[in-house]
């Protein structure tokens, strides 16, 4: 029988360690059901898959991080391996933004040889074909979502994320990993900038940039939630570094692995797994203080705010440990 863990929100601009306290709204407001898991294994992740309820179908996506470097912190074939081959899914990436291992279709598949990742499943470089556009929602900063062309292609995605820091959006999760990561290049330069260019980096609008990021999010996932298609969102708190996967050379983590989490709520997980970083019991050797202020400095919050605000989920959450 599951153990359920009902958690109410705090802000997560609270201080760290604060206890949570309970939200005014929370007898009003619709929680969504986030799973956990403190399993990080092939099993584990398969086991919170099913945990969630909703067999995939048709072309499935999944869509992870092929990482910068074989010292980044994505998640390795052999952790995720069997839940892919059980839902018969491509691996879908796309191009970065940047020069790098990932800058180009070529350079992207060596690098995603290397990785390991052609020895479970397709590897499907989404803009490789060029890209396409999705209508956004909230346009207060960007006009269309510029996706990879081929995201057409698929019936139901697993948006895989690895939770941990970011350099510049202070941490990513599902919601980075949908905006960011489905964007194809133009579309990511054109969220960093807010929606001001598709061909330079334009950083000067940390706020528009997240609120951007949430916008992208939202069109990715009402476009999965037309008829016929459907999305779920897994979290992996494995290698909790202060940098992204997207860094070669990522700083080394200063606090210890915490579980796997997912959800039909992409702006309830990411909720949750940025509690559990917020409300962390510290110790000499698990000290979750680097990442927290990682995220405070660039109001890494924000993103989850904005984009419960704009109606992509709630961060009113009940966690069920099924462990």
């Known amino acids: 029988m599951y153990l359920v863990l009902c958690l109410t929100i705090c802000m997560a601009s609270c201080a760290k360690n604060a206890p949570v306290q309970d939200n005014p709204q929370a007898d009003t407001t619709a929680k969504a059901t986030v799973y956990f898991t403190s399993d990080i294994s092939a099993e ?57 291992s990932r800058s180009t279709t070529a350079r992207h598949r060596k690098a995603i040889a290397e990785r390991g990742y052609n020895t479970i499943a397709t590897v499907d470089i989404m803009d490789e074909e060029g890209d396409m556009r999705l209508p956004v929602a909230d346009s207060s900063h960007i006009r269309y979502d510029i996706v990879d062309s081929h995201l057409a292609n698929y019936d139901f995605m697993i948006n895989l994320a690895h939770f941990k ?6 941490f990513g999760g599902v919601l980075k990993n949908q905006s960011i ?74 606090m210890a692995n915490i579980g796997i989490l997912a959800s039909t709520d992409p702006v309830a997980l990411d909720q949750a797994c940025l509690d559990l970083v917020f409300n962390h019991e510290d ?41």
């Open 165 to 170: 820091g970011h350099a510049m959006g202070g």
């Open 283 to 323: 110790t000499p050797s698990d000290n979750a203080q680097p990442l927290v202020d990682r995220i405070n400095q660039l109001h890494g919050t924000h993103t989850v705010e904005y984009a419960e605000q704009i109606g992509l989920g709630t961060r009113q959450y009940t966690l069920v440990k099924i462990d």
């Open 181 to 254: 990561g489905v964007a194809s290049s133009r579309g990511k330069l054109y969220i960093h900038s807010a929606g001001r260019s598709t061909t330079q980096w334009m950083s000067n609008d940390q706020d528009g940039f997240l609120e951007s990021m949430a916008a992208a999010a939202q069109a990715v996932h009402n476009y999965f939630k037309q008829e016929g298609r459907d999305i779920i969102y897994i979290n992996v708190m494995n290698n909790l570094s202060v940098d992204c996967d997207c860094d070669g050379h990522p700083a080394t983590p200063r």
């Open 44 to 100: 584990g992740l398969v086991k919170i898959y099913k945990a969630l309820g909703v067999p995939t179908h048709g072309r499935v996506a999944v869509k992870i991080s092929t990482g910068e470097s074989s010292q980044s912190n994505h998640l390795r074939p052999e952790l995720i391996g069997d839940l892919v081959r059980l839902v018969g899914g491509n691996l879908v990436e796309c191009n970065t933004a940047y020069g790098g």
